[in-house]
């Protein structure tokens, strides 16, 4: 199956530094997400982005599906930006519909 | 309000005692899918469904059933649970284009933590 590798696994910051996530897969994915798990354990979806670019705030996300990465940005960070980002992906053909995580990139953020 | 409920949050249960643990959308979603996460691990699916009475296995199945006989309902069963299914488990659900397509974006439930002695 496809595998997912996230980078880097810890993240300390200064509230208000920027940071970059990275997320590689070993074979082309479709589905690419980008969930964040606050302290208290809630997921909450950031952007589906199979492609291409997209902000929300003071985040924002790029997938270069033919390279197999995406990136997760974040500016400006904030304490509540603290928590576990995963990305998740699936494959193609008949494991379309199955998602793939990443083992999570721990970002603290203090103040 | 849009949400995925899961029920119990919490179990403490012992080995080979039968469990159920529901979950249930009320956003009209045709994709459903049941995630655990463990330490070091991430979340791992356990199985997805693509519609009613469509059901697949994820990852992780061994051990575990699910059924979905309604849209709005998918529950994850344990036949004979075993302290290695202790984890937090999430659910999760999506729409899905009816052309078959991709899965889009995941809603998933507060999660129900598990404990099998």
């Known amino acids: 199956g496809i595998q997912v590798e996230q980078s880097p696994p810890d993240l300390i910051l200064q509230e208000g530094a920027n940071s970059t996530l990275r997320c590689n897969f070993s074979?082309?994915?479709?589905?690419l997400q980008w969930f964040h798990q606050n302290p208290w354990g809630q997921l909450i979806n950031l952007f589906y982005i199979p492609s291409g670019t997209k902000q929300n705030g003071r985040l924002s996300a790029t997938t270069v599906a033919t390279e197999r990465y995406s990136l997760l940005y974040i500016s400006s960070s904030q304490t509540t930006d603290s928590g576990v980002y995963f990305c998740a992906g699936g494959g193609s053909g008949g494991s379309n519909y199955k998602l793939t995580f990443g083992k999570g990139t721990l970002l603290t953020v203090n103040p | 309000e849009a949400q995925v409920t899961q029920n119990p949050r919490y179990l403490i249960t012992v080995t080979g005692k039968k469990l159920t643990v529901t979950c249930s959308q009320n956003m009209n979603h045709e994709y459903m899918s049941w995630y655990r996460q463990d330490p070091g691990l991430g979340l791992r699916q356990i199985y997805y469904?693509?519609?009613?009475?469509?059901?697949d296995k994820g990852d992780v199945p061994e051990g575990y059933k699910v059924s979905r006989k309604e849209k709005r309902n998918f529950p994850l069963i344990l036949e004979s649970p075993s302290p290695n299914q202790t984890s937090l488990y999430f659910c999760?659900?999506?729409?899905?284009?009816?052309?078959?397509?991709?899965?889009?974006?995941?809603?998933f439930g507060p999660g129900t933590r598990l404990t099998v002695l």
């Open positions: 074979d082309s994915v479709n589905n």
């Open positions: 469904s693509m519609n009613v009475e469509v059901t």
């Open positions: 999760a659900s999506s729409i899905t284009p009816f052309s078959g397509g991709a899965i889009n974006e995941q809603f």
